[in-house]
């Protein structure tokens, strides 16, 4: 079967406690398998790491409505561009190329890959005063270049995907990896996009991991629910139905089979509903 809805896009987290091996080995398992999958990755955590070692603590930004994003100077994206397109991706691409999987690591900013729109004015809540950011590098994904990654598949190779993307006047910036993953799933007319992390999907109570809200059947209720990163996964998972693709799952990265886990529908599912007309 090569219909573009087999294609599948799994985004794994880079939040803390994440055992990569695991995931890896399965995912190569399914690539051997003969599905067509491309792999999304962040790098959250190791960036704050790096960037506490080289001195550079890192910073966040919320907005009003809550949603937290790194604040992005030009030191911040060349640590963050160091880590996700760097060890990263290349350790992730190393580990599958030694699975067998012929493995290609790009970032949003080769060849175009991602168009991203920087924010050229950023509203966010300073001890608790609105103000406005007008130097950061950050923005999100609004064109994904589906066409290479459609040669890429069609010869057999796996892309391995990572932030930065490129605004179309040549300037790199940090977006959100799961909101860019939502893109590249809708651009390639996906059929499932995995959102794994973490945590075991969205929860009721964020402290407690028995809450889990299985099935998304009631936005209010997981937006709600949903508080800092946790946001952005939402987001990106509303979008990603909008655009498209057949159904989302957020769920968890670690333990045994987890890409197998989340395609069964553990974790919070959200799914396109087909409006039938007239009936
Ligand atoms: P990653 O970087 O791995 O993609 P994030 O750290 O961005 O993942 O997002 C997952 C985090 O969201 C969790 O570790 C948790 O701290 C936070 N979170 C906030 N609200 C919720 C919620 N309702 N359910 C689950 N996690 C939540």
């Given at each position: 079967m090569n219909t573009a809805s087999s294609i599948t896009v799994i985004k794994i987290g880079g939040g803390e406690g994440i055992d990569l091996a695991p995931i890896l080995e399965e995912f190569a398992q399914r690539?051997?398998?003969?599905?067509?999958?491309?792999?999304?990755?962040?790098?959250?955590?190791?960036?704050?790491?790096?960037?506490?070692?080289?001195?550079?603590?890192?910073?966040t930004i919320t907005s009003p409505g809550g949603q937290v994003s790194r604040r992005t100077d030009r030191q911040t994206l060349d640590i963050f561009t160091m880590v996700y397109a760097g060890r990263i991706n290349k350790r992730v691409v190393e580990d599958l190329r030694r699975l067998g999987v012929d493995a290609v690591g790009l970032s949003g900013v080769d060849g175009g890959l991602w168009t991203g729109e920087?924010?050229?004015?950023?509203?966010?809540?300073?001890?608790?005063?609105?103000?406005?950011?007008?130097?950061?590098?950050?923005?999100?994904?609004?064109?994904?270049?589906?066409?290479?990654?459609?040669?890429?598949?069609?010869?057999?190779?796996t892309p391995v995907l990572t932030p930065p993307a490129i605004t179309r006047d040549g300037v790199a910036i940090n977006v959100d990896a799961d909101?860019?993953?939502?893109?590249?799933?809708?651009?390639?007319?996906?059929?499932?996009?995995?959102?794994?992390?973490?945590?075991?999907?969205?929860?009721?109570?964020?402290?407690?991991?028995?809450?889990?809200?299985?099935?998304?059947?009631?936005?209010?209720?997981?937006?709600?629910?949903?508080?800092?990163?946790?946001?952005?996964?939402?987001?990106?998972?509303?979008?990603?139905?909008?655009?498209?693709?057949?159904?989302?799952?957020?769920?968890?990265?670690?333990?045994?089979?987890?890409?197998?886990?989340?395609?069964s529908g553990e974790g919070t599912v959200f799914e396109r509903i087909t409006e039938r007309v007239g009936a």
């Amino acid at each position: 079967m090569n219909t573009a809805s087999s294609i599948t896009v799994i985004k794994i987290g880079g939040g803390e406690g994440i055992d990569l091996a695991p995931i890896l080995e399965e995912f190569a398992q399914r690539i051997a398998g003969g599905e067509r999958i491309v792999l999304v990755h962040g790098g959250s955590h190791e960036t704050n790491v790096l960037s506490e070692r080289l001195g550079c603590p890192p910073r966040t930004i919320t907005s009003p409505g809550g949603q937290v994003s790194r604040r992005t100077d030009r030191q911040t994206l060349d640590i963050f561009t160091m880590v996700y397109a760097g060890r990263i991706n290349k350790r992730v691409v190393e580990d599958l190329r030694r699975l067998g999987v012929d493995a290609v690591g790009l970032s949003g900013v080769d060849g175009g890959l991602w168009t991203g729109e920087r924010k050229t004015a950023i509203r966010a809540v300073e001890n608790g005063r609105t103000v406005v950011i007008r130097d950061d590098l950050s923005g999100k994904v609004v064109d994904v270049d589906a066409s290479l990654l459609h040669l890429l598949l069609g010869a057999g190779r796996t892309p391995v995907l990572t932030p930065p993307a490129i605004t179309r006047d040549g300037v790199a910036i940090n977006v959100d990896a799961d909101r860019a993953a939502a893109m590249t799933a809708s651009a390639l007319g996906a059929g499932t996009l995995l959102l794994l992390s973490n945590v075991p999907g969205v929860l009721a109570d964020p402290a407690d991991p028995a809450s889990l809200i299985g099935r998304a059947s009631d936005p209010e209720l997981v937006r709600a629910a949903a508080k800092g990163r946790m946001k952005n996964k939402v987001l990106a998972a509303e979008e990603a139905i909008a655009g498209g693709v057949g159904r989302v799952v957020i769920g968890s990265a670690n333990g045994a089979g987890a890409i197998g886990r989340a395609l069964s529908g553990e974790g919070t599912v959200f799914e396109r509903i087909t409006e039938r007309v007239g009936a």
